[in-house]
């Protein structure tokens, strides 16, 4: 024991030393090479399909297509407003109500809002809308006079009002969830009530004292945000206009079309969004500079704030709850419809239920759903290792990490992933390694990763060091110190950080269908598939198994550090 | 930079020297090579029915042949196709991870002309003495694109109307027709977007309907004068899109939501490639009991679903068996059953014996099914370059918000 | 004149009192509350100020100028408070922290400009306006954060331990800076402490939580 312990700790330490470039190399590769293999062929390099020479021809053709101009303005439409309005909404909530118990109960609804999948959501949300929907049956034909549902454009309308709805029922909660985990950063509460003491009402109080500390560490998830309804593309086949679509759905359509020279128009349309993306970034960032310059003079001039904004706090209220409602009635319905026999219109309920559709996908599910658990897991548990070799490293060595390695490791959140998946995945077959259980899986860590660092690094760094001298007084190494009291104390953030990854790495679409090759098939793989059928029986089977399985894992995170310290009350969620 | 590429080149280099490709010629080799394989046959998962029929032909090359089938669901062909140009782009001539695709019209054009395709050996299958290469001509030819044996046939299919016969008791019986109805009734019709398969068939249908002389769409557009050819399709189009479902400002995607919106009672009419789907759908509770189809008086468009085997596929050896084993009578049977898919079977009847004859006498069209002989004239796919330029004109002149 | 008065204020948590006071304070008074940590300093300090969590009963009246605090919104309670920490907002400069108290009838930037030197200047900070809060000392900061609560023109004050993070010698100086600045403007003020030199320079009455009179 006495001799072995200088040896582990030499090698442990070297090997922890090395685990934050590491990880920063697994992160930042994938991407690289894949932005490298899409923006080759828009320049004309493929030479599988006989491109050779260095060419602007895939960006003329792109432009000269007559749709081009709506389409990237539909992307960056949809993009920023579907942003601006789950931001506002985000912070509107959370400003009015930080602090009251509704507010608790609030964040009780975020899990299961963030479990369910985006295609599920856009169905559900489509399905209550539409002029066929269940909002329409609900007061046809005795208030509305219909007995056919009117032609009422409103699902896939040309302005792309109802994805941006649908974007902002499904992004809200997860920048309420970012704002929350910021929060817990900062002594807000002493701040509000220091503000309101001095006359300021509530929303004024925050807007001034709190925003302007927590935005900066939300301000990766709201890019994040905005890269992701840039370039959405399964919502937006559901939700979006067609004539044309945005450009990421756009660019999958040439990507997928039998026409094998449209592959480098694709490529262009590919760069473009990665261009167009960048372009809003920077814009957004140059909003929030003169937004902060104008805060200032707002703060300077000690306006309190009127009645009227701090009575508007039920207006809030009401439209989180009505855009969370979309989702969950969305689902309702959905599930309802996995039931179902005939439902004509306008009947509000269901003329006949039936089994058979969970009887014929019930098997066959099975096996999936065991599949794309084991691949969640092993990404999971893989995950795991670097993150907390990345925060051990930070707490043992003392390597502070730089600023700019968060963007790396937003990066993979940042970049559309129709910018990079195509481009990556002609590297993978290159090198052989496509198709197996293991390469998809360190796809995934692409994703899963970067959520689990930023779900854990917080609750890490606040962990008390204290705990760690008095055990390095009491004669424990610094491996014994982490495995016997830091993982441990943080049990339970670990475990909402595995169920965080666990939920995206079974979210995972387009990076399990080609780096899998179409061999690894999990459920969302396979839920897309069948949703490109439109058929609302099986799509209501698939979304409720997709969302049961990351719901399961939020229930263990929640009820496993429970069970285990029951007779600690220090370990209690406070 | 300069080292991925010659990566990307090394990997190409060091790609396995050729093994022996499988002959379908000696057959009982190609059945012994099979055994033990895992076929990945990538097809269109979008409908539970056609899945079910796909799990049903693997558990019996299961148990026949020792071949287990993966069924890869894709959400689109072309996304099988992209796959084996992506490996082809990678330098993957060997050990592909497609071994058969489910395909026809342009997907199988484009693959054709790139080279991306195994065989010929189509006419070299062991059940290909049954197939109906007279009757049914489609088989040996895909959108005037010869198949040349690189794809086999499976199943026939051809366009069909559908309507609730308690709503609409008189539906609209040709193009003409159809056009009167929708002005008489705005919002009441629709057809997917133009590229959808099923929206250029419709576009098609319309071609020969407006036309005096259609055999003019069998040869290349470019021999003909396009523009005066197809002027009185956009005339037509012209009038009937403002009449369109959503006024033509929205189109639904694909075939199942075409389906969904005569189910809501959004249109009056629906289409499919498929003569039984409205029974298979009546019968799963999708649609009501009163739904039927019909056929325009003019024919609609006939094709055939093929199946083909990459390039590079990984086991060609089991794909063979498996091509051949769709066309064994007793599968085709179980396809054409109404209860099963309602796919019509590429057989020739009179080429089966008895026993094998009895299996298809013996099906039930279903509810809402037109017999064979209801069908009216199979009209045949125009040449691929026409509905290339098609869909392209379309895009401009209706895809497009103005 | 009395200004605030505490009358038959009780406050429990569960069947624990924590608090029990009849007590008033005159304007320019300061009273001392004074116990050990958990014995509900803060408590009645959250009581006042309208902030006691929902598991706290409270039963009695809070006047202040006659008015009942009581059910009134903190806002609109003039009450202002001064904790342990500064509490200066890290994102504003010094003047801005002091600008952001100074009512919005001050109109013009040049005006609270002015406002605000003046503050700085009686704080002895002149100059301090474009200032990093973060780079000035403990005691600075405690200036600061006391000309911020006043600038904000309140009834009241509470002071919340507000010298227990500085050293003997900042202590003293700040201790009658403070006490000055009440006596100047005329308003009671309610200091909450554990410190015995605090309560003897406070120069008002000392009481316990319970509303027991003590000795210094």
């Known amino acids: 024991m006495l001799l072995s312990k200088p040896v582990s700790g030499g090698v442990a330490d070297a090997l922890l030393r090395q685990t934050p470039r590491l990880t920063i190399g697994l992160l930042l590769l994938p991407v690289g090479a894949g932005i490298f293999g899409t923006l080759a062929p828009a320049l004309g390099w493929m030479p599988a399909l006989g491109g050779s020479a260095l060419t602007l021809d895939a960006f003329r053709s792109l432009i000269a297509w007559p749709g081009f101009w709506e389409a990237l303005r539909l992307s960056l439409v949809t993009g920023i407003v579907s942003t601006a309005l789950s931001l506002g909404l985000t912070l509107w909530l959370v400003a009015s109500w930080q602090g009251t118990a509704l507010f608790r109960t609030i964040t009780r609804l975020l899990s299961p809002l963030l479990s369910v999948p985006h295609a599920a959501a856009a169905f559900g949300i489509a399905f209550l809308i539409a002029p066929s929907g269940w909002i329409a049956r609900l007061f046809s034909p005795w208030a509305t006079g219909w007995t056919r549902p009117p032609d009422l454009l409103i699902v896939q309308d040309p302005w792309g009002l109802t994805l941006i709805l649908g974007l902002v029922a499904k992004e809200t909660p997860f920048l309420l969830l970012m704002t929350l985990a910021a929060l817990q950063q900062v002594d807000g509460n002493r701040s509000r009530i220091l503000a309101e003491s001095m006359g300021y009402g509530r929303v004024t109080a925050w807007m001034k004292t709190v925003l302007p500390l927590i935005y900066p560490q939300i301000r990766l998830p709201v890019y994040a945000v905005l890269a992701y309804g840039m370039s959405v593309v399964d919502m937006a086949v559901i939700l979006g206009p067609t004539r044309p679509s945005p450009l990421a759905v756009q660019t999958v359509t040439w990507i997928t079309d039998p026409d094998l020279s449209l592959r480098f128009q694709a490529s262009a349309a590919a760069s473009v969004l990665l261009f167009a993306v960048i372009a809003a970034l920077i814009a957004w960032w140059l909003t929030e500079k003169l937004a902060a310059r104008a805060g200032q003079r707002w703060v300077f001039a000690g306006a309190r704030g009127a009645r009227r904004v701090q009575a508007s706090r039920g207006v809030a209220l009401s439209l989180a709850a009505t855009s969370s409602a979309l989702v969950f009635l969305g689902m309702l319905g959905l599930a309802l419809w996995s039931f179902t026999g005939l439902w004509r219109f306008p009947d509000v309920l269901p003329a006949s239920y039936r089994l058979t559709t969970w009887e014929r996908e019930g098997p066959v599910m099975f096996g999936t759903a065991t599949d794309t658990v084991l691949l969640a897991g092993t990404s999971v548990a893989l995950a795991l290792v670097f993150v907390i070799g990345c925060l051990e490293a930070e707490t043992r060595l003392k390597i502070r990490v730089h600023p700019a390695s968060l963007l790396i490791l937003y990066l993979p959140l940042l970049v559309p992933q129709i910018g990079f998946l195509p481009g990556l995945q002609t590297l993978a077959i290159s090198f052989g390694v496509d198709g197996g259980f293991w390469v998809v899986v360190a796809a995934h860590l692409v994703f899963v990763l970067p959520y689990m660092f930023l779900s854990l690094a917080d609750p890490w760094r606040a962990l008390n060091p204290q705990y760690e001298t008095v055990a390095a007084a009491l004669g424990a190494g610094p491996n014994r110190s982490l495995f016997a009291i830091r993982l441990p104390l943080l049990l339970r953030p670990i475990l909402t950080a595995s169920a965080v990854g666990f939920a995206v790495s079974v979210g995972q679409y387009l990076p399990t269908l080609l780096i899998g090759g179409g061999r690894v098939e999990t459920l969302t793989t396979e839920a897309v598939a069948l949703a490109s059928g439109g058929n609302r029986r099986i799509i209501g089977v698939y979304a409720l198994a997709q969302m049961i399985l990351p719901f399961v894992a939020f229930a263990l995170a929640l009820i496993v550090p429970t069970l285990l310290f029951r007779r600690r009350r220090g370990m209690a969620i406070s | ?402 | 004149m009395t200004a605030l008065s505490l009358e038959n204020l009780e406050i429990a948590q569960g069947d624990r009192v924590l608090v029990r006071q009849t007590v008033t304070v005159a304007a320019g008074e300061v009273l001392t509350i004074m116990g050990p940590s958990g014995s509900g300093k803060s408590t009645l300090l959250n009581a006042i100020l309208g902030t006691l969590a929902p598991e706290f009963r409270c039963a009695g009246d809070i006047r202040l100028e006659e008015r009942s605090l009581i059910g009134v919104p903190l806002r609109q309670r003039r009450v202002g408070v001064m904790f342990q920490d500064s509490l200066l907002f890290p994102h504003l400069s010094v003047g801005a922290n002091l600008a952001f108290a100074l009512p919005a009838d001050v109109k013009g930037r040049a005006a609270r400009a002015t406002r605000v030197a003046e503050a700085l200047e009686q704080a002895g900070l002149a100059e301090f306006a474009d200032r990093d809060p973060e780079t000035l000392s403990g005691g600075q900061k405690a200036r600061v954060a006391l000309m911020r609560t006043l600038l904000a023109e309140p009834r009241l004050l509470l002071l919340d331990e507000p010298f227990s993070k500085l050293d003997t010698d900042r202590r003293a100086q700040l201790r009658s800076f403070v006490f000055q600045r009440i006596i100047d403007r005329g308003i009671p003020a309610l200091l909450v402490t554990h410190d015995v030199e605090d309560a003897r320079a406070a120069g008002g009455a000392v009481v316990s939580p319970l509303g027991e009179a003590l000795a210094v």
């Open chain 2, 1 to 402: 930079m300069k080292r991925l590429i010659s990566a990307l080149a090394l990997s190409a280099s060091l790609a396995l020297p050729a093994l022996a490709e499988p002959d379908p010629k000696d057959w009982d080799a190609v059945v012994a090579e099979a055994r033990g394989q895992t076929v990945f046959w990538n097809a269109w998962g979008g409908d539970p029915r056609i899945n079910d029929f796909i799990a049903s032909v693997g558990d019996e090359i299961e148990e026949r042949y020792g071949i287990t089938l993966e069924h890869v669901k894709v959400s689109d062909t072309a996304t099988a196709v992209t796959r084996v140009v992506s490996e082809k782009a990678a330098g993957r001539d060997e050990g592909g991870a497609v071994d058969l695709i489910w395909i026809n019209g342009e997907n199988f054009v484009s693959m054709k002309r790139n080279d991306l395709l195994f065989g010929p050996f189509a006419e070299d299958l062991p059940n290909w003495q049954y197939v109906d290469t007279e009757g049914k001509p489609a088989v040996l030819i895909d959108f005037t694109e010869p198949t040349d044996g690189l794809e086999s046939p499976w199943a026939m299919a051809q366009l069909v109307f559908e309507y609730d016969a308690e709503m609409l008791p008189n539906p609209p019986r040709s193009a003409q027709e159809l056009l009167e109805y929708a002005v008489e009734n705005p919002g009441r019709v629709a057809f997917p977007q133009p590229p959808n398969y099923l929206g250029g068939t419709f576009l098609k249908q319309i071609l020969y309907g407006v036309l005096d002389d259609p055999s003019v769409l069998q040869v290349p557009a470019e021999t003909v004068d396009y523009d005066a050819v197809t002027a009185p399709l956009w005339a037509y189009l012209d009038e009937l899109t403002p009449n369109l479902w959503r006024s033509g400002r929205a189109y639904p995607q694909n075939e199942p939501r075409l389906a969904q919106l005569l189910a809501d009672g959004e249109t009056d009419l629906s289409f499919a490639l498929n003569p039984a789907r409205a029974s298979a759908a009546i019968a799963d509770g999708e649609l009501p009991e009163s739904v039927r189809t019909y056929v325009f008086d003019e024919g609609t468009i006939g094709n055939a679903s093929f199946v083909a085997i990459p390039y590079n596929a990984s086991h060609k050896a089991a794909a063979l068996v498996l091509a051949n084993h769709l066309l064994d009578p007793a599968t085709q049977a179980r396809a054409q059953d109404p209860n099963v898919l309602g796919f019509q079977t590429v057989l020739n009847m009179e080429a089966l014996s008895a026993d094998q004859r009895a299996a298809f006498d013996a099906l039930d069209l279903g509810i809402a099914t037109l017999a064979p002989a209801d069908r009216g004239v199979s009209l045949n796919e125009p040449h691929a370059s026409w509905m290339v330029r098609i869909e392209e004109e379309w895009a401009a002149r209706y895809g497009v918000a103005e």
